[in-house]
């Protein structure tokens, strides 16, 4: 039953910051929709948020919950990292070869 709650509380957890992206999302769309920003600012903006906000935002909210984790393999979360972001890297290859243009 133990490992229930902790699969729970890692899923709300992970949905938490989720929807916190999501929602600065949906404000930043309203916000250049709105006129409120111009196109000039976009780029800047852009670059601020995906450069050093969202890192900095994931990097926190791992900090924060990372005592939640009592797994003894814990030293596998890089090397899983380490996986995906090979995987990624792969796919992306792949498609740029399938679709050069695009």
Request: a neutral charge.
């Amino acid at each position: 039953m133990g490992n229930h709650l902790e699969y729970f509380e890692s899923v709300r957890s992970n949905f938490l910051a989720i929807s916190q992206v999501f929602v600065l999302g949906c404000f930043g769309f309203y916000v250049l929709r709105r006129g409120i920003l111009g196109e000039c600012c976009l780029r800047t903006i852009s670059n601020l948020v995906i450069d050093v906000t969202l890192p900095c935002f994931i990097f926190t909210n791992i900090l924060n919950n990372f005592g939640a984790v009592r797994s003894e393999a814990w030293f596998l979360f890089p090397v899983y990292s380490a996986g995906m972001l090979a995987l990624s890297a792969g796919l992306a290859l792949a498609w740029a070869r399938v679709d050069p243009l695009g």
